[in-house]
Nanobody, 111 residues
Framework: VQLVESGGGLVQSGGSLRLSCATS????????MSWVRQAPGKGLEWVSS????????PYADSEKGRFTISRDKHKKTLYLQRNSPKSGDTAVYYC?????RGKGTQVTVSS
């Protein structure tokens, strides 16, 4: 399993944030995926998840509705969108499938 996050960096508060996670080594379309994050000095925090089903509508369960998760099964890529990020969103963001996660991408939100 390989998970490679990208799209982080310095983001202005009130701007826009879009992260990507390129996947390989497993059948992406068969698995639910998640984003988690770790802020400085804190533990891992769940952000959002998306289901795998093509039979039932895939679910997108965002933390307090502030994030939008999506997936492109043809590109085997997971996405996370956050409009108007705040300083509290500063963290390393990881995509996760089961017990596996990538190396993360650092997001720093400046005011």
């Amino acid at each position: 399993v390989q998970l490679v996050e990208s799209g982080g960096g310095l983001v202005q508060s009130g701007g826009s944030l879009r992260l990507s996670c390129a996947t390989s080594g497993f059948t992406f379309s068969n698995y639910a995926m998640s984003w988690v994050r770790q802020a400085p000095g804190k533990g891992l925090e769940w952000v959002s998840s998306i289901g795998d089903s093509d039979v039932f509508p895939p679910y997108a369960d965002s933390e307090k509705g502030r994030f939008t998760i999506s997936r492109d099964k043809h590109k085997k890529t997971l996405y996370l969108q956050r409009n108007s990020p705040k300083s509290g969103d500063t963290a390393v963001y990881y995509c996760r499938e089961g017990g596996d996660r990538g190396k993360g991408t650092q997001v720093t939100v400046s005011s």
